[in-house]
Nanobody, 121 residues
């Protein structure tokens, strides 16, 4: 079993940057893909980015491609989401999840509690 905890959210002005962290407990962390999802206010949860177990494969939602970068450090049991050139529409609660590599939330078995990101215009 894997337990996940996000951190690094906060309030930032448009054009700014934040780095989210997803810290995991559990010896099997490095066997799971990790996905980042977000839920904007009043909207459904949506896929943001994913990274496979080794870090060798990543992919992104079109809305964040070129601005966000996902990476992982298996020695530290941590996955990062570097977010640059933030826009007000990036405002959401961001969740990390562990499971099967992909963009479908159903493929992820373990979820963190989420961290709030607010981008002011």
């Amino acid at each position: 079993q894997v337990q996940l905890e996000e951190s690094g959210g906060g309030l930032v002005q448009a054009g700014g940057s934040l780095r989210l962290s997803c810290a995991a407990s559990g010896r099997t962390f490095n066997t799971y893909a990790i996905g980042w999802f977000r839920q904007p206010p009043g909207k459904e949860r949506e896929f943001v980015a994913a990274i496979n177990w080794s870090g060798g494969f990543t992919f992104y939602a079109d809305s964040v491609k070129g601005r966000f970068t996902i990476s992982r450090d298996n020695a530290k049991n941590t996955v990062y989401l570097q977010m640059n050139s933030l826009k007000p529409e990036d405002t959401a609660v961001y969740y990390c999840a562990a499971g099967e590599y992909g963009s479908d939330s159903w493929g992820y078995s373990y979820w963190g509690q989420g961290t709030q990101v607010t981008v002011s215009s």
